[in-house]
Structure formats: structure tokens, C-alpha cells
């Protein structure tokens, strides 16, 4: 057991660019997650998967953000056309079903000039 | 308002000293309490987790939960310099999506 693993650790991107960052949770976690953590605040709920399939995403996800989880297994969360406003900590937990002790990766931190 | 208030800090305390760490909250339907630790540039860290209210002890740390106050703490006995870092607290009504704290940043000075 490695952990929640995410890649890549930082990311500075220029406004517009698209960015795709990818999580690879613990092994055996059916449940997957992603938050945002900007600077000073709590991690925010983006979104979740039960195995492949995304069962719920905040509203905090706009039509520029997607993510996928295909197999069930690793993850990506994609952001189109990024803004300033995107940066941030993106996190990515696991959890196994029926369990609220998220487990959460280093985060990967994303800078957008 | 938010949903979760966590106490701003920053708290500055002698190495040895007993921290602790409150929480306040609105939505009476949260029933799962965290507490997580986080280093810089790094995610958080799962220290204790309850559900409902009551206190629950491992180690050096201690957590309460009281539901009919909507008050959380954690304390942490005689405190180390390696105790030093940011701690949020963390909630939720369901199995899947936590609310956090905005998070309080602890120096233990040696």
C-alpha cells in the first residue's frame, strides 16, 4: 500500500492552456475524490467516483472541468481553457466503500499565469 | 456563513504544552467528525475520526464531539516541535463528501 498518488506535483500553465492532472488511488479503494484547496482555506468537494462511475459533482465544477475514471481504477481531471482563478491545490482522496476515512494524496498545484 | 467555522489562529506554544483545537458548525445533519492534519505543500492527514458525539483518545490526542452544541475540539497533549503544522477539521451527513475547516496553523516552539 503506496498511498494515494498524484502526478504531477506542480503544474504552471498560461491562462488558456488546457491541463490534465492524474491520481492513481489506493489499490482496492472503490471510492475516489477529488477536492480544490486554495491558499489559507479547507479543501473544497469537486467531485466523486464509486468505481468508474461519477455519482455526484459540485457546482464548483464548471463546464471547463471534466473528470474520469475509467476501470475504475486511476483518474484524471481535466481543465479547459484555465484561468487565473484555477489555481490551486488539487487533491485527490480514496476511501474504501461504505467508509468515510478519505485518504488523500500530496496534491498537485497548479499555477496559471 | 459558512457551514464549518474553525478558530483562525495562528497558536505559537512551548514545546509540552497541551493544544487545542475548535470547530463550529450549522448543518445538524452531520454526523461523521475529522480531524486531519497537514503539512506544507502537502495533503491532509487523517489524525481522528468519530461519529456522533462523545470523546475518543489515541495518544497524545484527544477528540470531542458535541452534537447538541455543534462544537468539535481536539487537543494534544504535551506537544512536540513535529506537531507543528496546519489542522483542519473536517464533517460530513453522508459517506461521501467532507466540509472543511478553513484550518488552524500550530507552532510548537522547541
Known amino acids: 500500500d503506496t498511498g494515494v498518488s498524484q502526478d504531477p506535483r506542480h503544474k504552471i500553465t498560461k491562462r488558456g492552456q488546457n491541463v490534465t492532472f492524474r491520481c492513481d488511488p489506493i489499490?482496492?479503494?472503490?471510492?475516489l475524490y477529488w477536492y480544490r484547496q486554495t491558499l489559507g482555506q479547507g479543501p473544497e468537494f469537486l467531485t466523486y467516483f464509486q468505481n468508474e462511475a461519477q455519482l455526484e459533482k459540485s457546482r464548483l465544477l464548471s463546464d471547463r472541468f471534466s473528470a474520469e475514471r475509467p476501470k475504475g481504477s486511476f483518474s484524471t481531471l481535466e481543465i479547459q481553457r484555465t484561468e487565473q482563478g484555477d489555481s490551486a491545490m488539487y487533491l485527490c482522496?480514496?476511501?474504501?466503500?461504505?467508509?468515510?476515512?478519505?485518504?488523500f494524496g500530496s496534491g498537485t498545484q497548479l499555477s496559471v499565469l | 456563513q459558512k457551514e464549518v467555522e474553525q478558530d483562525p489562529g495562528p497558536l505559537s506554544v512551548p514545546e509540552g504544552a497541551i493544544v487545542s483545537l475548535n470547530c463550529t458548525y450549522s448543518n445538524s445533519a452531520f454526523q461523521y467528525f475529522m480531524w486531519y492534519r497537514q503539512y506544507s505543500r502537502k495533503g491532509p492527514e487523517l489524525l481522528m475520526y468519530?461519529?456522533?458525539?462523545g470523546n475518543k483518545e489515541d495518544g497524545r490526542f484527544t477528540a470531542q464531539v458535541d452534537k447538541s452544541s455543534k462544537y468539535i475540539s481536539l487537543f494534544i497533549r504535551d506537544s512536540q516541535p513535529s506537531d507543528s503544522a496546519t489542522y483542519l477539521c473536517?464533517?460530513?451527513?453522508?459517506?461521501?463528501?467532507?466540509?472543511f475547516g478553513a484550518g488552524t496553523t500550530v507552532t510548537v516552539r522547541a
Open positions: 489499490s482496492e479503494h472503490n471510492r
Open positions: 473536517a464533517m460530513s451527513e453522508d459517506d461521501y463528501k467532507l466540509s
Open positions: 482522496a480514496s476511501s474504501p466503500t461504505l467508509n468515510e476515512k478519505l485518504f
Open positions: 468519530t461519529y456522533s458525539s
